[in-house]
């Protein structure tokens, strides 16, 4: 993939402890500083912070794309293919629970992507996904 400036993204979790468990054990990201109250996470290269908060986020709504509902909010990464596929194998073998399994999306169209939906244990919607051409991320 081509150099991307890095993304900075805070999410709010209710439990620390999960949520080191959920993003660094199942998603094995790199913790990086801490304190007792937010974790820094290496998500492929970018910041990924969480932040303890009293309550758990709550969705606020969902939006249909290619006859599946999307949770929205959601944020994720764009990967390989192959770095789309470990991710799916952790995932599975951790037990997590798809919102959306993984999947090819618009098959035989210039978007065409596998995609997959998943929560970290506070509730926050995630997508990863992977373009069968990365040059047609904005593709009409």
Known sequence: MPHRPAVHLAVPV???AAARHFYGQVL??????????WVD????????VTHL????????????????TV??????LLLTEE???EFAQRLRAAGVRFDIEPYRRFAGEPAEQWTM????PAGNALELKSFRDESMVFAR
């Not at 908060?53 to 599946?68: I, K, L, Y």
């Open 71 to 76: 949770p929205i909010p959601h944020f994720g």
């Open 41 to 48: 996470w290496d998500f492929e290269g970018h910041q990924l």
């Open 14 to 16: 209710d439990d620390l």
């Open 53 to 68: 908060v009293a309550t758990a986020p709550r969705p606020t709504g969902t939006s249909e794309v290619d006859r599946h």
């Open 117 to 120: 939906f998943f929560r970290d």
């Open 28 to 37: 094995g990201l790199p913790e990086g500083r801490s304190t007792d109250h």
């Open 83 to 85: 770095r789309f596929h």
